[in-house]
T-cell receptor, first 112, second 117 residues
Framework: NAGVTQTPKFQVLKTGQSMTLQCAQD?????MSWYRQDPGMGLRLIHYSVGAGITDQGEVPNGYNVSRSTTEDFPLRLLSAAPSQTSVYFC???????????FGPGTRLTVL | AQTVTQSQPEMSVQEAETVTLSCTYDTSENNYYLFWYKQPPSRQMILVIR??????QNATENRFSVNFQKAAKSFSLKISDSQLGDTAMYFCAFMKLTGGSNYKLTFGKGTLLTVNP
């Protein structure tokens, strides 16, 4: 099993550009989440999904969209990148509410 | 809403010694899990230990153990026989198990632990 994979590992964008951060898991987990990590802030939830076709907002959803067309994939879209979105982004998955959450390796995004 | 507080932004310890990282949380829930995650310089988030709130016995994993004080809402992590590889950022996290919003972990801001040779 590859676990949770994220691409790309690094990305630099210009203000106003759009892009999609990819996340995939091969563990047949129902729950998937996106977090951003900023210095001194810990990890904050952006969006989450409890199954294919079901998504909802977390703490900091503005400027981001998600979709969950399959169990395996949970892409995060930045609609119009802003410097405030410079961060490290983590995707995570778990089988259910009661199980361990597995994290991907993260994507470092810089918006100029 | 739940909050998690880690009052020590940075700590250091000598190799082979013991260190305790503090975590307090605020919740009105009775059923929840608590976690400690480790994030080494590689950036990978690694689960260190988990505690179910309904269990009175403190969780242990090899050199890692917790002191869970439910009434005080305290969840400290003790690392015994510290090793250089323990150098990392450590995050305390809370997850409630009942009602809505049982989908997410609420993280503290982290404690940077440095193990010195």
């Amino acid at each position: 099993n590859a676990g949770v994979t994220q691409t790309p590992k690094f990305q630099v964008l210009k203000t106003g550009q759009s892009m999609t951060l990819q996340c995939a898991q091969d563990m047949n987990h129902e729950y998937m989440s996106w977090y951003r990590q900023d210095p001194g802030m810990g990890l904050r939830l952006i969006h989450y999904s409890v199954g294919a076709g079901i998504t909802d907002q977390g703490e900091v959803p503005n400027g981001y969209n998600v979709s969950r067309s399959t169990t395996e994939d949970f892409p995060l879209r930045l609609l119009s990148a802003a410097p405030s979105q410079t961060s490290v982004y983590f995707c995570a998955s778990r089988r259910s509410s009661y199980n361990e959450q597995f994290f991907g390796p993260g994507t470092r995004l810089t918006v100029l | 809403a739940q909050t998690v507080t880690q009052s020590q932004p940075e700590m250091s310890v000598q190799e082979a010694e013991t260190v305790t990282l503090s975590c307090t949380y605020d919740t009105s829930e009775n059923n929840y899990y608590l976690f400690w995650y480790k994030q080494p310089p590689s950036r990978q988030m690694i689960l260190v230990i988990r505690q179910e709130a309904y269990k009175q016995q403190n969780a242990t994993e090899n050199r890692f153990s917790v002191n869970f004080q439910k009434a005080a809402k305290s969840f400290s992590l003790k690392i015994s026989d510290s090793q250089l590889g323990d150098t990392a950022m450590y995050f305390c996290a809370f997850m409630k198990l009942t009602g809505g919003s049982n989908y997410k972990l609420t993280f503290g801001k982290g404690t940077l632990l440095t193990v010195n040779p």
